[in-house]
């Protein structure tokens, strides 16, 4: 009998690494967050379009590059978690100074 191969899964969805990379650098570029999450840039900019509609984010346009400014008050969508803001979720995971970078809208 052969082992199978262990299935690769984490406990964060793609929208909150996405959430994460933006709060640890507002001024990324979508092709870098792609590189840290593992998804393509296209998969990012759709995940970055959602996350705008849902007021989680607000972009700002600086010459030729974007940047991303957190909308922290923003309750969590699924109704498990809806009680918890967006930044009490980025509070779980970043570090410190990851925290004192994050900008809010």
Known sequence: ???SPARHWTFLSNHAHV?????QDPDARLRDVALSVGITERAVQKIVSDLEQAGVIVRERAGRRNSYRLNLDVPLRHALESHKTVGILLSLVL???GRKRVRSA
């Open 19 to 23: 959430l994460v990379c933006l709060a």
């Open 1 to 3: 009998m052969t082992a």
């Open 95 to 97: 570090d410190r100074a």
